[in-house]
């Protein structure tokens, strides 16, 4: 199969448009916000495929056991179902695909990131009235069921095994070396989801120079969301520059100087004569 390729500019500008309309809404709906981003990467996304999803994630919240019982409950009959019913988990390939980020492709490989996978199981566990959210483990994503005194995690990427506290801590461990802390097992709110979505895709298409395209839409996405790092415009910039378009990456690193000028003065001086040397690059 082909990696997916973005939409024509057209429908680009429109998903656009929706992404930031959605996620600037009161009530951000995470499905809708990860099939948005799907079909910016994937020009074969269509409307119907986009409905197609969503229906999807409807009939799995509807093959549920009715109210299951406590948050163990809950994580055991999603475990049964998704991970050994339907067989949803992730290997070590699955970081290798941009596939892997994108939430229709995850609903048809049924393989994906540990992020994406946890999306499914969140959005088939809302759907069924499960006490479920996500849980952003340094590294690695997780669901959870209850309330913190009573919290149970599940790792979707291992196919919805529920977490001893010992293996939660060996999970962070592995990925930072450090203890687990009370404050990472917070519940993490949709848009926080997105970002960190789109942190991956970023981080799959830096390693890729070739899809600088992907670079370039998940990063203007990410602009779009309510809260962001102002170093997205410096990534932006650079971005733009490496496809070619030396004029708006000058224009971006030169904006990004002046919000920088403010707090780190030498700082700001590199980035304009970074962007000296990007139109230097027209001559």
Do not use: K
Not at 114 to 136: C, T
């Amino acid at each position: 199969m082909r990696p997916p390729y973005p939409p024509p500019p057209e429908r680009s500008a429109e998903l656009r448009r929706r992404f930031a309309e959605e996620a600037r809404s009161e009530r951000p709906d995470l499905s809708t916000l990860c099939l948005l981003v799907g079909a910016e990467a994937d020009g074969t996304l269509d409307e119907a495929g986009m409905d197609a999803a969503q229906i999807e994630l409807d009939e799995l919240a509807g093959q549920l056991p009715f109210r299951p019982g406590g948050p163990r409950s809950w994580a055991v009959a999603l475990c049964e179902l998704l991970g050994e019913r339907c067989g949803y988990r992730g290997s070590a390939a699955d970081y290798q695909r941009l596939e892997s980020s994108l939430l229709h492709e995850v609903l048809r490989r049924r393989r994906g990131l540990p992020i994406l996978l946890s999306v499914v199981w969140l959005e088939v566990a809302r759907r069924a009235g499960a006490p479920v959210y996500g849980v952003a483990l340094p590294g690695h994503f997780v669901v959870g069921f209850g309330e913190q005194d009573e919290q149970v995690l599940a790792d979707p990427f291992d196919g919805g095994r529920v977490l001893t506290g010992a293996d939660a801590e060996v999970l962070v461990a592995g990925a930072t070396g450090t203890a687990l802390q009370p404050s990472m097992l917070r519940p993490a709110a949709p848009l926080e989801v997105v970002s960190r979505i789109l942190n991956n895709v970023r981080a799959w298409a830096a390693a890729r120079p070739e899809r600088s395209d992907v670079s370039l839409w998940a990063v203007e996405l990410a602009l779009s969301l309510p809260s962001h790092p102002a170093r997205l415009r410096y990534e932006r910039a650079q971005v733009l520059v490496q496809r070619g378009d030396f004029v708006a990456g000058a224009v971006e690193l030169e904006a990004y100087a002046e919000v920088v000028a403010a707090v780190d003065e030498p700082g700001a001086a590199q980035v304009r004569e970074q962007a000296r040397a990007a139109r230097a690059l027209l001559n």
